[in-house]
């Protein structure tokens, strides 16, 4: 445990862009994005790494030079938050169709307005359609872990998407968190060489990128997407397992905390699965039979997983960290539609918390678990806010 590290998010994700060495980076600091770009750029200069680091004056930019990059056959990492995936959105759903593989990290911020600069997930949530894969972070190891994986996923040849490596605003990106590094010839080993699939600076097999399609072929090329997210699962389990082989830390795609004999669990995302584990803690004293689960793989939704989980509890607690307005929270419909293939369907709560960074205490989750269990919450309930 000597070389062991206390290091804040940011910085853990850039040491391990730095151990993977891309070859290219191009992004735009927003907060609380700005230290990953901004301590991979002194490893950059420092000579520490032979990444082509490109400077542009927008996220939009940075997405465009990236996806430009990842097409010609270079393997390519971004990062951007809140407002900046905002300005980038033109360019998500392009990326993906365009089916090359790139990693972006996100420091999770909330969607303005109001102007707020702190954590929810309000901006990888209005970006879950556009076909990029996600894993989320619950600490500041798993942040470093998933930036390891992430290149692994995107770039298998049953693949061949972006991906988006999501970690808490503030929460994990600033705050500093004992972390085991791997060896850097160890994780250049893991990673591997980069190989592209098809790439446009190949002059001997020319080819084209991102093309006019008629309606005879778009819903065919949008389908094959859907195919490779299908793939997708496979491919993230098995690397998940070759990762535990040099890490001795074991992922899933939904991971899970004390829910084989509990009667409720809660579903959440991010550091807040941290908390709700005390939550349950605290609870499971009192001799109530509660558990938690966090999909660590939002996109592609791991039904079977959750499904498997969940199958004969009495009820199932959908924590969101957005609120989908006039509707219900973005994971809700999603936990509540795997259920529905349940031989016995639990009943589904839907809360909605920590919106704009509100804090949320072991306390109010584990007031979330009794109400329930009492009989009085709602379909849809607002953590925190008067209504």
Not at 200 to 229: C, F, R, T, W
Not at 299 to 328: E, F, N, Q, T
């Amino acid at each position: 445990m000597g070389n062991d590290l206390a290091i804040n998010g940011d910085c853990a994700v850039a040491l391990a862009w730095k151990q993977i060495d891309p070859d290219v980076c191009a992004a735009y600091p927003i907060t609380p994005q700005t230290i990953i770009v901004e301590k991979f750029s002194d490893y950059v200069s420092d000579g520490d790494v032979g990444t082509e680091f490109v400077c542009v004056e927008s996220e939009h930019s940075a997405l465009t030079v990236c996806t430009a990059s990842a097409s010609a056959g270079a393997r390519t990492f971004t990062a951007t938050s809140s407002q900046g995936l905002a300005y980038m959105w033109e360019m998500l759903p392009i990326t993906s169709a365009m089916r090359v593989p790139l990693v972006m990290a996100v420091a999770n911020r909330a969607i303005s307005g109001p102007i707020n600069i702190h954590n929810d997930h309000g901006d990888v949530m209005s970006a879950r359609d556009t076909g990029w894969i996600q894993l989320f972070a619950e600490n500041v190891q798993e942040a470093y872990d998933n930036s390891i994986i992430a290149p692994r996923i995107s770039e298998h040849p049953d693949v061949q998407l972006p991906i988006m490596t999501n970690l808490d605003g503030f929460i994990l990106t600033h705050a500093i968190e004992r972390m085991s590094p791997l060896p850097d010839e160890v994780v250049k080993k893991f990673v591997g060489e980069y190989k592209p699939f098809l790439p446009l600076l190949d002059y001997k097999n020319p080819i084209s990128h991102g093309l006019m399609d008629s309606p005879e072929y778009y819903y065919e090329h949008k389908y094959q997407l859907v195919q490779a997210m299908d793939r997708a699962v496979k491919v993230i389990e098995d690397v998940f397992e070759e990762f535990a082989k040099i890490s001795g830390r074991r992922y899933k795609l939904v991971e899970e905390y004390k829910c084989d004999d509990a009667d409720y669990v809660a579903v959440i995302l991010g550091s807040s699965y941290g908390t709700i584990k005390e939550a349950v803690d605290k609870l499971r004293e009192k001799g109530l039979k509660v558990g938690a689960c966090m999909p660590r793989v939002y996109r592609p939704w791991p039904a079977a997983c959750l499904k498997k989980i969940l199958d004969g509890k009495k009820g199932v607690i959908v924590m969101d960290k957005h609120l989908s307005i006039g509707a219900y929270g973005p994971m809700y419909p999603e936990v509540a539609a795997t259920i529905l293939e349940c031989k016995k369907v639990p009943k589904a709560y839907n809360f909605i918390y920590g919106l704009g960074g509100k804090d949320v205490s072991v306390k109010e989750f584990m007031s979330v678990f009794e109400t329930v269990k009492d009989g009085k919450a709602k379909t849809v309930n607002y953590l925190g806010v008067k209504e």
